[in-house]
């Protein structure tokens, strides 16, 4: 959820809750992880978030600021039913485009950003075989969603 506060216009400010399953081409973006059996998945995490619009808020280009905690658990195929859990913080400035195709209130965006995260709590060890937790995180994604 974002809100614009008030007596801004280029500004929009919020918090989110997430999970999500990393694709195998993510995990191997690492090469210390690459085609080495492991699942990972941030099963929660909780973020704040800025974004500071060129045009008017919420709409067309923007640069962004998110910082929050993200709750793992990895697994690895050559050791099954084991799994691990590590929770870390995370860093991300970001670029995008918001668009609103349709008269309905209904917007697309696209994103990217470069994260900077650390391990602060848990375990990346599964039974001798280590996860390695790169500090630097390149990350896409698209968002779709409606205005109140």
Same mark, same amino acid.
């Given at each position: 959820? +974002? $809100? #614009?506060?008030? /007596?801004?216009?280029?500004?929009?400010?919020?918090?989110?809750?997430?999970? &999500?399953?990393?694709?195998?081409?993510?995990?191997?973006?690492?090469?210390?992880?690459?085609?080495?059996?492991?699942?990972?998945?941030?099963?929660?995490?909780w973020?704040?978030?800025?974004?500071?619009?060129?045009?008017?808020?919420?709409?067309?280009?923007?640069?962004?600021l998110?910082?929050?905690?993200?709750?793992? +658990? $990895? #697994?690895?195929? /050559?050791?099954?039913?084991?799994?691990?859990?590590?929770?870390?913080?995370? &860093?991300?400035?970001?670029?995008?485009?918001?668009?609103?195709?349709?008269?309905?209130?209904?917007y697309?965006?696209?994103?990217?950003?470069?994260?900077?995260?650390?391990?602060?709590?848990?375990?990346?060890?599964?039974e001798?075989?280590?996860?390695?937790?790169?500090?630097?995180l390149?990350?896409?994604?698209?968002?779709?969603?409606?205005?109140?």
């Amino acid at each position: 959820m +974002r $809100i #614009r506060p008030a /007596g801004s216009l280029h500004l929009l400010v919020g918090a989110g809750a997430y999970a &999500l399953g990393f694709p195998d081409l993510m995990v191997g973006l690492d090469p210390k992880n690459k085609d080495k059996g492991w699942d990972v998945r941030i099963a929660d995490a909780w973020s704040l978030f800025g974004e500071y619009y060129f045009d008017e808020a919420g709409r067309k280009w923007f640069a962004g600021l998110q910082a929050g905690i993200q709750n793992f +658990r $990895i #697994r690895n195929e /050559g050791l099954p039913g084991a799994e691990s859990r590590y929770r870390n913080l995370i &860093l991300m400035p970001s670029v995008g485009y918001s668009w609103s195709p349709f008269r309905i209130p209904v917007y697309i965006k696209p994103w990217v950003g470069i994260g900077y995260t650390a391990k602060v709590s848990g375990n990346n060890r599964i039974e001798g075989a280590e996860y390695n937790i790169s500090p630097i995180l390149p990350f896409a994604t698209l968002h779709m969603g409606y205005v109140f």
